[in-house]
């Protein structure tokens, strides 16, 4: 729907909504201040009914539309919305006419058995029922299918919701992110549909996606949020490398190199497109260099990779007593064992990801000649860019490393003949997690599904 279209029929279900709430008080109004010769109660009356009816189908409907011009999550997510916007607008409007109405209204003469009062009362109720009806109808619908309100502003919204005024505030911002996510997913909807005969990513080769450190491939938790399924649509063959969550590069390396030849020999596809993030780059460098997978990898794309180690990590290792250390490893391989790890080693895995230990490393990698590298860097404008934890490393990293996504440095990230280095001129900049959408956070002046749409169709594009 169009948006002009979109909001004349809000501002069309506000004036129903209105006149079911006021039409009878008004009548009843005038009715007892004298005004005898209106048609009361009978034409009121099925005026009144007719909107009460179109209210419950509003409720429903709210701008009047059931044809779906999106996804069946967005669409519910703008009716809800919409309920809200229309909630908003009517609780504003009915506050003042009761304000006004209790000075203006007040009739001199009020006939024995059915009470002025009573009128009053019954409008006051009819209209709070209609108004919560409303606002639980459109805050269901948009808590149950909003990506971008998070649980922040879920937990915000519903403790705002209990103080006066603070819960208007909450109510407007809730209303601002859902409508421009709204929107946001709408405009991706509809790119999707142009370009969906292209095949943008239907590449030669499928795509390997090799997650990092401390993650694994979970059906119900992607590792790379809404990526895949961006991918998938735009005609890309994806598979996952299930390495271990914790562990070596050494022995991640070996897991990988089984994982594609386990793929090459079940479909046939003589070779992998890598697209590996954080520590998976040095895990998939190992098992091209080390692992014999060289002859069936066409390419290796790491995003965010320490490809020169963090010194920072050099530091905490060195300062940590070793039984603090200790204590945190056996903590982290319990937990990781129940996550799927068969042998998870934290100190393994963090040790290989320090900058003396990648020194070390890079000299016994060399790059295979038959396979095309090229490295993707981002970085965070400030302490406060990233969430937690980033942004509480985002200042030591600094410190030891200079410019970082909140784990990994500039410097650290570049490999390969081609470096493309990204970020946001004006606020939070991009962080470390935010390159594999792991927040599923609508960024400004960035959008990761389609930067990866781009990134894999270059891969088609140079025949990979």
Same mark, same amino acid.
């Given at each position: 729907?169009?948006?002009?279209?979109?909001?004349?029929?809000?501002?069309? +279900?506000?004036?129903?909504?209105?006149?079911?709430? /006021?039409?009878?008080?008004? #009548?009843?109004?005038?009715?007892?201040?004298?005004?005898?010769?209106?048609?009361?109660?009978?034409? #009121?009356?099925?005026?009144?009914?007719?909107? *009460?009816?179109?209210?419950?189908?509003?409720?429903? $409907?709210?701008?009047?539309?059931?044809?779906?011009? +999106?996804?069946?999550?967005?669409?519910?997510?703008?009716?809800?919305?919409?309920?809200?916007?229309? $909630?908003?607008?009517?609780? &504003?409007?009915?506050?003042? *006419?009761?304000?006004?109405?209790?000075?203006?209204?007040?009739?001199? *003469?009020?006939?024995?058995?059915?009470?002025?009062?009573?009128?009053?009362?019954?409008?006051?109720?009819? &209209?709070?029922?209609?108004? =919560?009806?409303?606002?639980? /109808?459109?805050?269901?619908?948009? *808590?149950?299918?909003?990506?971008?309100?998070?649980?922040?502003?879920?937990?915000?919204?519903?403790?705002?919701?209990?103080?006066? !005024?603070?819960?208007? %505030?909450?109510?407007?911002?809730?209303?601002?992110?859902?409508?421009?996510?709204?929107?946001?997913?709408?405009?991706?909807? =509809?790119?999707?549909?142009?370009?969906?005969?292209?095949?943008?990513?239907?590449?030669?080769?499928?795509?390997?996606?090799?997650?990092?450190?401390?993650?694994?491939?979970?059906?119900?938790?992607?590792?790379?949020?809404?990526?895949?399924?961006?991918?998938?649509?735009?005609?890309?063959?994806?598979?996952?490398?299930?390495?271990?969550?914790?562990?070596?590069? &050494?022995?991640?390396?070996?897991?990988?190199?089984?994982?594609?030849?386990?793929?090459?020999?079940?479909?046939?596809?003589?070779?992998?497109?890598?697209?590996?993030?954080?520590?998976?780059?040095?895990?998939?460098? %190992?098992?091209?260099?080390?692992?014999?997978?060289?002859?069936?990898?066409?390419?290796?794309?790491?995003?965010?990779?320490?490809?020169?180690?963090?010194?920072?990590?050099? %530091?905490?290792?060195?300062?940590?007593?070793?039984?603090? #250390?200790?204590?945190?490893?056996?903590? %982290?391989?319990?937990?990781?064992?129940?996550?799927?790890?068969?042998?998870?080693? !934290?100190?393994?895995?963090?040790?290989?990801?320090?900058?003396?230990?990648?020194?070390?490393?890079?000299?016994?990698?060399?790059?295979?000649?038959?396979?095309?590298?090229?490295?993707?860097?981002?970085?965070?404008?400030?302490? $406060?860019?990233?969430?937690?934890?980033?942004?509480?490393?985002?200042?030591?990293?600094?410190?030891?490393?200079?410019?970082?996504?909140?784990?990994?440095?500039?410097?650290?990230?570049?490999?390969?003949?081609? !470096?493309?280095?990204?970020?946001?001129?004006?606020?939070?900049?991009?962080?470390?997690?935010?390159?594999?959408?792991? /927040?599923?956070?609508?960024?400004?002046?960035?959008?990761?599904?389609? $930067?990866?749409?781009?990134?894999?169709?270059?891969?088609?594009?140079?025949?990979?």
């Amino acid at each position: 729907m169009k948006p002009f279209r979109k909001i004349f029929f809000k501002i069309l +279900s506000s004036l129903i909504i209105l006149a079911a709430l /006021n039409i009878r008080f008004t #009548c009843a109004s005038l009715y007892y201040n004298g005004h005898t010769d209106i048609l009361f109660p009978s034409a #009121c009356k099925t005026v009144e009914i007719i909107c *009460y009816l179109l209210i419950v189908y509003i409720n429903f $409907f709210p701008v009047f539309s059931i044809r779906r011009t +999106s996804t069946a999550r967005n669409k519910i997510l703008d009716d809800g919305t919409s309920l809200l916007q229309i $909630f908003l607008a009517t609780t &504003a409007i009915e506050i003042t *006419y009761c304000i006004i109405a209790l000075f203006t209204a007040i009739p001199d *003469y009020v006939e024995p058995g059915f009470t002025y009062p009573l009128v009053w009362i019954r409008y006051l109720l009819t &209209a709070l029922l209609i108004e =919560l009806v409303l606002f639980w /109808n459109g805050i269901i619908r948009v *808590y149950l299918t909003s990506v971008q309100l998070g649980i922040k502003w879920r937990i915000l919204g519903t403790v705002c919701g209990w103080i006066p !005024f603070v819960q208007i %505030y909450a109510l407007c911002r809730i209303i601002r992110i859902t409508s421009n996510e709204v929107i946001y997913e709408n405009e991706k909807y =509809l790119l999707n549909r142009i370009r969906a005969d292209n095949q943008e990513c239907h590449t030669r080769y499928p795509i390997l996606l090799v997650h990092g450190v401390f993650f694994r491939d979970f059906r119900f938790f992607n590792y790379w949020g809404r990526i895949p399924a961006e991918l998938i649509r735009n005609g890309a063959s994806l598979f996952y490398g299930c390495q271990q969550s914790a562990a070596s590069v &050494a022995k991640c390396g070996e897991e990988l190199t089984s994982r594609i030849k386990q793929i090459v020999q079940e479909t046939g596809c003589e070779k992998v497109n890598i697209i590996a993030h954080s520590k998976g780059g040095l895990d998939s460098r %190992y098992a091209i260099s080390s692992c014999g997978a060289a002859d069936y990898v066409a390419s290796l794309t790491t995003i965010n990779t320490p490809h020169r180690g963090c010194i920072f990590a050099d %530091y905490l290792l060195d300062k940590i007593p070793d039984n603090v #250390c200790n204590k945190v490893a056996l903590k %982290y391989n319990a937990a990781l064992t129940l996550l799927g790890d068969p042998y998870p080693d !934290f100190m393994e895995a963090v040790q290989d990801l320090t900058a003396s230990s990648c020194t070390k490393l890079n000299t016994t990698l060399p790059d295979a000649p038959q396979v095309y590298y090229q490295s993707i860097g981002s970085k965070m404008n400030g302490a $406060f860019s990233g969430r937690f934890p980033l942004n509480m490393s985002y200042p030591m990293v600094k410190h030891f490393d200079g410019a970082n996504d909140g784990l990994v440095s500039v410097d650290s990230m570049k490999w390969g003949g081609n !470096f493309t280095l990204l970020t946001v001129p004006d606020g939070r900049g991009i962080s470390h997690g935010d390159l594999i959408d792991l /927040n599923r956070e609508n960024i400004t002046g960035f959008d990761v599904r389609e $930067f990866y749409v781009n990134l894999v169709h270059d891969l088609k594009e140079k025949g990979f």
